[in-house]
T-cell receptor, first 115, second 115 residues
Framework: DGGITQSPKYLFRKEGQNVTLSCEQNLNHDAMYWYRQDPGQGLRLIYYSQIVNDFQKGDIAEGYSVSREKKESFPLTVTSAQKNPTAFYLC??????????????FGSGTRLTVV | AQSVAQPEDQVNVAEGNPLTVKCTYSVSGNPYLFWYVQYPNRGLQFLLKYITGDNLVKGSYGFEAEFNKSQTSFHLKKPSALVSDSALYFCAVRALNSGNTPLVFGKGTRLSVIA
């Protein structure tokens, strides 16, 4: 079945450590997105990419980095510069043309906790 | 700028009663509007969308939403609530002529259906 796979489901980070969250899709979607979810704050956009080797900052990009070397993959690195990384991270994708254009498909999320 | 407001953090309804989850939006021009549902520790699932045409949109699991341009609203409704409808609901918007800008999400409304 086609879909988006996020891994790991749970991740623990020590202070000062960089961690990478994986997002892979086999839907042949053009665009991919990373959102951060905190209780009561909804979804906030971190980064997005509409084409390979190109990406744009969202509303809360500081302390995060991404790459888009392949169409299928859009990993998110949470760097030590992100002072409050504990949150639920969601990856999404969408085609940019055709009937599926109008909505996103979401992964199941990664819950990151600082220990 | 695009924005979405979900004025209620929590909605409680008795099983079998009708439910409404409110959403208002602000965009330049005509909107694309969406409703998503999230169950605990899961990604968002698509419920329904408004792109153009009939103002009453029917979606998954018996949900529907009414687009009201004059009130800039897109309230989610269901005639008879089920306990299994208890979840977090997100409204999202994008302007029709905004190119491929990302969806903007509301902060979410937690629906609790009581047996």
């Amino acid at each position: 079945d086609g879909g988006i796979t996020q891994s790991p489901k749970y991740l623990f980070r020590k202070e000062g450590q960089n961690v990478t969250l994986s997002c892979e899709q086999n839907l042949n979607h053009d665009a991919m997105y990373w959102y951060r979810q905190d209780p009561g704050q909804g979804l906030r956009l971190i980064y997005y990419s509409q084409i390979v080797n190109d990406f744009q900052k969202g509303d809360i990009a500081e302390g995060y980095s991404v790459s888009r070397e392949k169409k299928e993959s859009f990993p998110l690195t949470v760097t030590s510069a992100q002072k409050n990384p504990t949150a639920f991270y969601l990856c999404a994708s969408t085609p940019l043309t055709g009937p599926g254009y109008y909505g996103y498909t979401f992964g199941s999320g990664t819950r990151l906790t600082v220990v | 700028a695009q924005s979405v407001a979900q004025p209620e953090d929590q909605v409680n309804v008795a099983e079998g009663n009708p439910l409404t989850v409110k959403c208002t939006y602000s965009v330049s021009g005509n909107p694309y509007l969406f409703w998503y549902v999230q169950y605990p520790n899961r990604g968002l699932q698509f419920l329904l969308k408004y792109i153009t045409g009939d103002n009453l949109v029917k979606g998954s699991y018996g949900f529907e939403a009414e687009f009201n341009k004059s009130q800039t609203s897109f309230h989610l409704k269901k005639p008879s609530a089920l306990v299994s409808d208890s979840a977090l609901y997100f409204c999202a918007v994008r302007a029709l002529n905004s190119g491929n800008t990302p969806l903007v999400f509301g902060k979410g409304t937690r629906l609790s259906v009581i047996a």
